[in-house]
Nanobody, 124 residues
Framework: VQLQASGGGLAQAGDSLTLSCELSGRTFSNYVMGWFRQAPGKEREFVATISKNILNRLDYSESVKGRFIISRDDMRNTVYLQMNSLKPEDTAVYYC?????????????????WGQGTLVTVSS
């Protein structure tokens, strides 16, 4: 499994950005997908997860709930993270992840596959 993330960049507070992550090498629809982030000097943390389409379950951290939207397109083998109303504290390297399990975990240690990360910087 290979994951290629893109879409990061520099934004101002209140702006929107959309991250994308394409999975290759396996059947995308078999995987639950997630986004995690890691700020300088901090541990990697859960942002959002999405189950396989048949279950249609979404999960968000409290810090992004109501501002971020995770979605997936099984035809394009891609998971998205739409980030609205960005805040300076959203500044981090964002990682997409994939796992073959049924119920996605908030614990990054339980995920099998990771993308390379894309940097999001939000200025005030």
């Amino acid at each position: 499994v290979q994951l290629q993330a893109s879409g990061g960049g520099l934004a101002q507070a209140g702006d929107s950005l959309t991250l994308s992550c394409e999975l290759s090498g396996r059947t995308f629809s078999n995987y639950v997908m997630g986004w995690f982030r890691q700020a300088p000097g901090k541990e990697r943390e859960f942002v959002a997860t999405i189950s396989k389409n048949i279950l249609n379950r979404l999960d968000y951290s409290e810090s992004v709930k109501g501002r971020f939207i995770i979605s997936r397109d099984d035809m394009r083998n891609t998971v998205y993270l739409q980030m609205n109303s960005l805040k300076p504290e959203d500044t981090a390297v964002y990682y997409c992840a994939a796992d073959i399990t049924t119920f996605p975990s908030r614990d990054p240690k339980r995920w099998d596959y990771w993308g390379q990360g894309t940097l999001v910087t939000v200025s005030s």
